[in-house]
């Protein structure tokens, strides 16, 4: 296979998937159609990041049914290539908020249940100031550094922003406290990204694509974040919790409750911080259409509300408001 030849044909394809870190391209080759992917270099890491992703690919092969196969990885240039998963993406047809086919629900617990049976061992080294098993509390303010770090980085940029959307001066108050309170559980391998457009449908069956965020730590926060970032309505959240809850170790879910609730705060915290910088960006750039705008603007709302009632603020940030406040951040450089 010419590796080089695949990176270069997809660099200058037009037919390209993009997400905030990646680039993907499905190809045909001689042995079947892959996905070349390449990082965007201009990408803002909003995110807490520990391994590389092939790395975890590789790692993950004999423990997880459902992630795509490494085929060829370069760091010099960097790309990889991974097995094409045909299929639907999950968001193209269950949106946020809507139900999901039960096989999905049980697809997610499975593959959880899967990454909790993975000995740390078999993973790539962790940094040094990796907090190591069971340190929920320690794991929990590993998170939130990054959280105020993004925070921290913005605020001159993003000053009146944030105040016109009601951001407290220090928008971590609410869970800082709550770290120390955490239950010890052993760590495990988490996705830590397990949304609607990370899954593709096939067959019957769920894929789980993008692992570049991949974490060794509390398996509450992968249930917490999951449940942040898929919106599911209530009767469904209430099956995958009974069947997550019947699946993994109860060593792993021990205190579930009150923990889940400060790793969802902290999540809720972080969307309203990351997704105002972020989409204030793509607000501003001509090539976002004006349906595509009004899209974002709307969601960023929900979003803010759903921080301001962490914050104990009423949740009525309208989308007019929003819209207002991005004019108050930094203007946009010409294209």
């Known amino acids: 296979m010419n590796w080089q030849a695949l990176y270069d044909a997809a660099l200058n394809s037009t037919n390209s998937a993009a997400g905030y870190y990646n680039r993907n391209t499905g190809l045909d080759t001689r042995d079947g159609r892959v996905n070349v992917r390449i990082p965007l270099a201009a990408a803002d890491v909003m995110d807490v990041r520990v391994w590389q992703e092939e790395d975890v690919l590789a790692a993950l092969h004999p423990y997880v049914a459902h992630a795509p196969k490494l085929h060829h990885a370069s760091h010099a ?6 097995s094409f998963i045909e299929g639907d993406l999950l968001d ?3 949106p946020r908020e809507s139900a999901v086919p039960n096989h999905v629900v049980d697809d997610a617990v499975a593959l959880m249940a899967q990454l909790a049976e993975i000995p740390q061992g078999e993973m790539p080294p962790l940094p040094d100031e990796w907090p190591g098993s069971g340190s929920s509390a320690a794991f929990g303010r590993h998170l939130a550094t990054l959280t105020e770090r993004i925070h ?3 605020q001159e940029e993003y ?8 951001f407290p001066a220090d928008p971590l108050t609410p869970v800082r406290e ?3 309170g955490l239950t010890p559980r052993p760590f495990a391998v988490l996705h830590a990204d397990l949304h609607r457009k990370n899954m593709i449908v096939t067959a019957g069956s769920t894929w789980f694509l993008d692992w570049e965020l991949a974490l060794w730590g509390d398996p509450v926060y992968e249930m917490a974040i999951h449940l ?4 599911y309505p209530q009767e469904q959240r209430e099956r995958l919790l009974r069947c997550w809850l019947q699946a993994l170790p109860s060593e792993s879910t021990t205190g579930w409750r009150h923990d889940m609730e400060t790793y969802l705060w902290h999540e809720r915290i972080k969307s309203a911080i990351v997704d105002t910088v972020r989409y204030s960006k793509q607000v501003a750039s001509p090539r976002t259409d004006p349906a595509t705008r009004n899209v974002l603007i709307s969601r960023l709302a929900k979003k803010i509300n759903v921080a301001r009632l962490v914050w104990g603020s009423v949740p009525d940030v309208t989308p007019a408001r929003v819209r207002s406040g991005l004019r108050k951040g930094p203007t946009p450089p010409c294209p």
Do not use: I, L, N, T
């Open 77 to 82: 240039p960097r790309f990889q290539v991974q």
């Open 92 to 94: 193209a047809f269950s």
């Open 152 to 154: 921290a980085d913005y």
């Open 159 to 166: 000053d009146e922003v944030f105040a016109h959307f009601g």
């Open 178 to 180: 709550r770290w120390a």
């Open 228 to 231: 942040h970032k898929m919106d």
